[in-house]
């Protein structure tokens, strides 16, 4: 089965700041990889499907990127509503695997 | 619009069988070419995919629980279910079902339920 190991687990960094999140397949999985946001008590939201296809309605400041085995998600500038934790998935077939996350937070 | 919501016991008690239903509304279960999955999430820790059944029943479940689980759907009533048996604490968890459209993310959840696996 396909792992799924994202970097780092997580991250302290100023508002404005450029931060990037990788996410890397143990196996090829073209661009079935998606990212989620998770806030404390809430449900995960869809940020970016097929590796790079931002959702309606999310901030133009995240962005997505990758194919094959290695995926980044990227926030141009750190906002406060940023913080939180945010989740890879590999979506090309069965087992769905997530990453283990990464914690955002301002420093 | 569709919604689902899970139910079921908030407390479970240790080597017994966890058991969650979700209920999907605003469109068919049968309908499409969907996956009903369930995930859960322990406690300050990530996402952990436990399975899926297609509603007309094929399943595929995460190896690592695949002994302890089996998830059943009831068209008829527009839910499918997840059945954990001999469940310990590390089973207590916050507890989604979502749906799969397959070649797609995950595109609508539960709001989660928390089971706490305890005597």
């Known amino acids: 089965d396909i792992q799924m190991t994202q970097s780092p687990s997580s991250l302290s960094a100023s508002v404005g700041d450029r931060v990037t999140i990788t996410c890397r397949a143990s196996?090829?999985?073209?661009?079935?990889l998606a990212w989620y946001q998770q806030k404390p008590g809430k449900v995960p939201k869809l940020l970016i499907s097929?590796?790079?296809t931002l959702q309606s309605g999310v901030p133009s400041r995240f962005s997505g990127s990758g194919s094959g085995r290695d995926f980044t998600l990227t926030i141009s500038s750190l906002q406060p509503e940023d913080v939180a934790t945010y989740y890879c998935?590999?979506?090309?077939?069965?087992?769905?695997?997530f990453g283990g996350g990464t914690k955002v937070e301002i420093k | 619009q569709v919604q689902l919501q899970e139910s079921g016991p908030g407390l479970v008690k240790p080597s017994q069988t966890l058991s969650l239903t979700c209920t999907v509304s605003?469109?068919?279960?049968?309908?499409?070419?969907?996956?009903w999955s369930w995930i859960r999430q322990h406690p300050g820790k990530g996402l952990e995919w436990i399975g899926y059944i297609s509603y007309s029943g094929s399943t595929y479940y995460s190896p690592s629980l695949k002994s302890r689980v089996t998830i059943s759907v009831d068209t008829s009533k527009n839910q499918f279910s997840l059945n954990l048996n001999s469940v310990t604490a590390a089973d207590t968890a916050v507890y989604y079902c979502a749906r799969w459209p397959n070649w797609d993310p995950f595109d609508y959840w539960g709001q989660g339920t928390l089971v706490t696996v305890s005597s």
């Open positions: 998935q590999k979506y090309s077939s069965a087992p769905l695997t």
């Open positions: 097929a590796a790079s």
């Open positions: 196996q090829g999985i073209t661009n079935y």
């Open positions: 605003g469109g068919s279960i049968s309908s499409g070419n969907y996956y």
